[in-house]
């Protein structure tokens, strides 16, 4: 069966320095991947995605993700993290059946 | 990107009552909406899924009888918690994908959070 594994539920940087945040999937054929972004009470919000071609995927808010099919990985990353970029982290895979399958998410915090 | 709107944000209901909570895609047609219930500090929790003009498809553990999902249009899909209890508090999030929004990208709701005294 499908699975996202984040491993870290809770991580925290200095504003300024970088940032990645892990993801492993569970998926036979070439995943759809994606990594979304909730704040407190909010909605998700997709932050990049990946479904073929160049493995090294640009998303909005300065934020890039690498799809690694040996590692089974699509870990997100950001070079320089500012104090908004604090919220949950959730790193998705579609099935095949379409539906999302979410990780357990990784809350970012970021200090000053 | 599409746009879903979700209504209400959030809402308090007495134990006993229904509360019905919409999912609206604004600027394209949902083939197919989702919806998740979210716990404090969990992931996203799939309930069920429904395609216009068809019953919902629930998930496992999930009552079908409690949890009423209408999807009569291809831009309104509608849930409805019936006879609330103080248990079915949570934040609740739908998500649709679509014609015009491209199949394989589902955009999210704002969520709505429901508590039940």
């Known amino acids: 069966a499908q699975s996202v594994t984040q491993p870290d539920i809770h991580i925290t940087v200095s504003e300024g320095a970088s940032l990645e945040l892990r993801c492993n999937y569970s998926y036979g054929a070439t995943p759809y991947l994606f990594w979304y972004v909730q704040s407190p009470g909010q909605g998700l919000q997709l932050l990049l995605k990946y479904f073929s071609g160049d493995t090294l995927v640009q998303g909005i808010k300065g934020f890039e993700a690498e799809f690694k099919r040996s590692q089974s990985s699509f870990n997100l990353r950001k070079p320089s993290v500012h104090w908004s970029d604090a919220a949950e982290y959730f790193c998705a895979v579609v099935n095949q059946g379409g539906k999302l399958i979410f990780g357990q998410g990784t809350e970012l915090s970021v200090k000053p | 990107g599409a746009v879903v709107s979700q209504h209400p944000s959030w809402v308090i209901c007495k134990s006993g009552t229904s509360v019905k909570i919409e999912c609206r895609s604004l600027?394209?047609?949902?083939?197919?909406m989702f919806w998740y219930r979210q716990f404090p500090k969990q992931s996203l929790m799939l309930m069920a899924t429904s395609n216009e003009g068809s019953k919902a498809t629930y998930e496992q553990g999930v009552e079908k009888d409690k949890f009423l999902i209408n999807h009569a249009s291809l831009t309104l899909s509608t849930l409805t918690v019936t006879s609330a209890h103080p248990e079915d508090s949570s934040f609740y999030i739908c998500s649709a994908t679509g014609q015009g929004a491209g199949n394989t990208e589902a955009f999210f709701g704002q969520g709505t959070r429901l508590t039940v005294v």
């Open positions: 600027d394209f047609q949902a083939t197919t």
